[in-house]
Each structure stands twice: as C-alpha cells, then as structure tokens.
C-alpha cells in the first residue's frame, strides 16, 4: 500500500515537472522559431537589393562610371604613379583630375544614383531590416572602390551645399569612419 | 500524464527537425562560401574590387581611413 502512494506521489511531482519542461521548451522553440524568421526575412530584404542591382537604372550607371574609369584609366595611374613633393600635392591633383571627368550632368546623375542606392543599403543595415554580411558580401568591394574613386566629388558636393553628412551613412558603412576625407 | 509526455515527444521532435534542417541550410551556403572562395582566389586583389586608386597610391586622404579599417578587420 505504501508503495503504490509512494509511486503516486512520484507521479504527481513528474507531471508538474514535466508541465514546466514543456512550457520551457514551447518558450525556447517559439524564440528560435521567431529569431530564424527574422534573419530570413533580412536575408529575403537584402536580396531584393541585389536583384535590384543587377536589373535597374542602377547597373547602367555603375557600367558607365566603371567605363569612365576605364576611359581614364592611364591618366589616372600616371598620376597615382608620379612623385610628388607631399601628400597635399598628390590629393590636389587627384581632386582636380576626378572633378575634371566628373562636371558632366550625365556622369553627376550616375554618380547619384549608385552612392544613393550605396547608401540605401546601409541604412537598411543600419536599422536591422536587412542583413550586413550579406550586404557587405555583395556591394562592399564596388562600394569601397567607387567611393575612393570618386570621393573628390562627395567633397565637393559637402562643400557646395555646406553639409557634411552628404554620404556619409555610404563612407562610414563601407569605407570607415576616420578622419576627415575632405581636409 | 500521458498527454503531456506526448506534448514533450512532439515539442522534441519538432525541434529536432528545425535543428537538422537548419545545419543542413547552414552547411550548404557554408560549401557555397568555400566554392566562391577557391574561384576568388587566384583572382589579385585588383581584380575584386574593380579599379581602386589606393592600390596604386596609398597616400591619398580616402586611403588613409581605408588602411585603419583594413588593420581593424584583421586584428
């Protein structure tokens, strides 16, 4: 007789153990389930920007600011390759050269486009809608060059219009914050 | 008693498939990377990013915050 008590109360203390083990693991389930359908959908969010990438107006400008690029391309290297007396020197010619075969409204328009579209991305990284690595897989390397490339005219855009923040979410997110570009 | 034992079993089983798939996902885009990777790799650095002034120049005022980032990512 004390036996089968002994097994009841057993029983008793099991199932309100159990109650609790299952509400911990529907807890933990709905959590992982919850968190694995939030990364997804920034995933999903983030390839929608590359697709858009690929198919817009956005490839096309991106084309022609790599063909400028091209097209200038020995000028370029030359004066990267030439000696000069400081740095000063060195960033007054680039800044100069890059301001030249940048005046054009058509080149100005491409430019816009891709740092805006740039700079689109990393906001959505910026307030979690869309996933950094994969943003940062696949725009990192055009964003980097063509923002070194053409950083003279970002300057010169901040100067004119007397606002520093002129892409600077795009030079922060793929470039780096550091010091002061446009000194 | 029973009823709950089979909520666990379900709530376990459940999981475990989550678990199994997700691994599964993760190893795939995981053997993706790698294949990218060993295609990347006789490419020069060059060639990833399309043209760069700072690979020809380091001393322009851009490339200097471009050298503390890349320090930074390799620490």
């Known amino acids: 007789m004390n036996f089968l008590i002994a097994n009841k109360n057993i029983a008793d203390a099991l199932k309100s153990w159990l109650g609790v083990l299952t509400v911990f693991l529907a807890g933990a389930y709905t959590l992982f389930e919850y968190i694995e359908h939030k990364q997804s959908v920034r995933v999903e969010r983030s390839l929608g920007y590359v697709e858009h990438y690929r198919d817009s107006n956005t490839a096309e400008a991106k084309l022609s600011l790599n063909q400028l690029l091209a097209d200038n391309q020995q000028t370029l290297i030359s004066l990267l390759n030439s000696h000069y007396a400081d740095e000063t020197e060195l960033n007054a010619a680039f800044n100069k050269l890059i301001l030249s075969i940048t005046r054009t409204p058509a080149v100005q328009r491409n430019l816009e486009i891709t740092f805006t579209f740039f700079e689109e991305a990393a906001i959505c990284v910026e307030h979690e809608l869309c996933d950094k690595e994969v943003i940062q897989s696949f725009f990192l390397n055009d964003a980097k060059s063509l923002f070194n490339s053409f950083y003279p005219y970002v300057c010169q855009l901040r100067k004119q219009w007397k606002n520093n923040t002129v892409y600077l979410k795009l030079e922060n997110f793929y470039v780096n914050p550091g010091k002061d570009i446009c000194q | ?75």
């Open chain 2, 1 to 75: 008693m029973l009823r709950v034992m089979n909520i666990v079993f379900i709530l376990l089983l459940t999981s475990t498939t989550t678990l199994a798939e997700t691994t599964t996902r993760d190893q795939g885009s995981n053997n993706e990377n790698n294949d990218t990777h060993a295609k990347k790799q006789p490419k020069k650095k060059a060639d990833d990013r399309g043209f760069d002034p700072c690979l020809f120049n380091a001393s322009l005022a851009v490339c200097q915050n471009n050298k503390n980032s890349d320090n930074e990512s390799s620490k």
